[in-house]
């Protein structure tokens, strides 16, 4: 089971902005094609505060945070 023991609270607005407004095209492509779950079977979420940070994709299930510059 996931557990948020990692989740910043403080990050949970920026991040939002960044899911809304701030994605690259790429992201959006990468999204849309591959981790939306149609492919791939499992829940991955977008623009993820973990710890300090901000990832821009997480499953839960697999512990795999994914970093795309």
Known sequence: MFSNNHYNK???EYAR?????KSTK???CLWK?????KLT???FLRQRPIGNYIVDFYCPKLRLAIEYS
Do not use: P
């Open 33 to 37: 094609n591959v981790l939306s779950g």
């Open 26 to 28: 790429a992201e959006k």
């Open 41 to 43: 079977g499992e829940r």
């Open 10 to 12: 403080k990050l949970k």
């Open 17 to 21: 902005n960044l899911r809304s407004n």
